[in-house]
Each structure stands twice: as structure tokens, then as C-alpha cells.
Nanobody
């Protein structure tokens, strides 16, 4: 079993930055592709970013390209999402997810484990 715990969310003004962390326990992080998703009120959970187990390959949804960076530290069993130039529309609960795959995973249904989420609120 894999447990994921997100942290780092909060309230920030538009244009500001936050760094989310996802601590993984139960299995070595090295075995999993990782991703970040978000869900705004009244909307479906959507893909934000993904990173391959090696950390070499990443993929982002268009709306965050150039502003968000996903990274991982397998030695610390932690995945990060650096969010810069935040916009009001980035407001959502952000979820970390793990997939037992050696490839990039961008489809929600292909993720095996999920964290409980952390709230990010961007004030305009």
C-alpha cells in the first residue's frame, strides 16, 4: 500500500508563488510515475502535471506551462509542484497521485493511489 500526503497549500495573492510537496510512504517512490491534479468547486478533477519515475520526462497541461514545475527527489520519497505567477483560476484543491508505471501517466483513471488534497486559494 502507498500513502500520499500533500502539504504546502495556502492563500496567496495573484502573481505569487507556492510550492506543494507530496510525501510518499509504503513503497519506494522510484517505482512510480507521479502526477498532480486539481479540482475547483463544481468542476471535475483535472490533470496538471506528471513526471516519469526517473524524473527525466515531464508533461504539463497547457494552462500551467511556463508557470508550474514538477520535480521529484526519490531519495526523500517526495514530489514537488512549484507554482509561480499564480492566477485566480488556479484556485483548487490539489491532489498528488502515484501510478505503478515506468512511463509518463496523464490520465486520471490510470493512477493507482491518491493523497487527500491540499487547498490552494489565489486572491485576485
Amino acid at each position: 500500500q502507498v500513502q500520499l500526503v500533500e502539504s504546502g497549500g495556502g492563500l496567496v495573492q495573484a502573481g505569487g508563488s507556492l510550492r506543494l510537496s507530496c510525501a510518499v510512504s509504503g513503497r519506494t517512490l522510484r517505482s512510480y510515475a507521479m502526477g498532480w491534479f486539481r479540482q475547483a468547486p463544481g468542476k471535475e478533477r483535472e490533470f496538471v502535471a506528471a513526471i516519469r519515475w526517473s524524473g527525466i520526462s515531464t508533461y504539463y497541461t497547457d494552462s500551467v506551462k511556463g508557470r508550474f514545475t514538477i520535480s521529484r527527489d526519490n531519495a526523500k520519497n517526495t514530489v514537488y509542484l512549484q507554482m509561480n505567477s499564480l492566477k485566480f483560476e488556479d484556485t483548487a484543491v490539489y491532489y498528488c497521485a502515484a501510478a505503478a508505471s515506468s512511463n509518463l501517466v496523464i490520465t486520471r483513471r490510470n493512477y493507482d493511489y491518491w493523497g487527500q488534497g491540499t487547498q490552494v486559494t489565489v486572491s485576485s
